[in-house]
């Protein structure tokens, strides 16, 4: 298992087009979760799912956004008619299970978003 | 309002030179705090789980500490490769489900 992993790792778009990310969690994960970061700050939670259940949705999820799991595996972010505040960098991260772990959460290494 | 400081913003020190990095939060009801690293264009990296006032975690030249309302990331004879954000975190009062981070803390280490 090779960690998180996002795709796109950057992606450019116009204002007012729609974009998708995917992220996929280490396979034993049963969590999983999205945090957009802005440059300067700490990653802000957005939402996270537990297998293919989303769960809590953070008041920074406008209607413009959504997110899937299928399944429970691989999850998408997408967000539509993108605005210039939306650019950041998207953060995707799994985890065991809903109790404190040992071991945090994984983070890919995020998809950086750019709206022009 | 959960919420977590960080301090400094940023912190310059010569490779060798041992410092503290300062994370305070408000939190209801303290479930654990989380430190993490972060290199530029990456993910945070996990770096401790501290669950408990007085409980010290440690990781090569790393040491993470935990009173009731604060916590201190030792760095202790620091080498260039430190050189990074060092980002805190504690579970909401919620649930574990959303951790609210600092802004962190940018250590750069001279040699």
């Known amino acids: 298992d090779t960690g998180v992993s996002q795709n796109p790792r950057h992606k450019i778009t116009k204002r007012g087009q729609n974009v998708t990310f995917r992220c996929d969690p280490i396979?034993?994960?049963?969590?999983l979760y999205w945090y957009r970061q802005t440059l300067g700050q700490g990653p802000e939670f957005l939402t996270y799912f537990q297998n293919e259940a989303q769960l809590e949705k953070s008041r920074l999820l406008s209607d413009r956004f959504s997110a899937e799991r299928p399944k429970g595996s691989f999850s998408t972010l997408e967000i539509q008619r993108t605005e210039q505040g939306d650019s950041a960098m998207y953060l995707c991260?799994?985890?065991?299970?809903?109790?404190?772990?040992?071991?945090?959460?994984?983070f890919g290494s995020g998809t950086r978003l750019t709206v022009v | 309002e959960d919420q977590v400081t960080q301090s400094p913003e940023a912190l310059r020190l010569q490779e060798g030179e041992s410092s503290s990095l300062n994370c305070s939060y408000t939190v209801s009801g303290l479930r654990g705090l989380f430190w993490y690293r972060q290199d530029p264009g990456k993910g945070p990296e996990f770096l401790f789980t501290?669950?408990?006032a007085g409980e010290e975690k440690e990781k090569e030249r790393l040491k993470a500490t935990l009173t009731k309302k604060e916590s201190f990331l030792h760095i202790t004879a620091p080498k260039p490769e430190d050189s990074a954000t060092y980002l805190c975190a504690v579970p909401s009062s919620g649930g574990y489900q959303k951790v609210t981070f600092g802004t962190g803390t940018k250590l750069q280490v001279i040699p």
């Open positions: 991260a799994s985890s065991v299970d809903s109790r404190l772990s040992n071991y945090g959460y994984t």
């Open positions: 396979s034993e994960h049963n969590r």
């Open positions: 501290l669950y408990s």
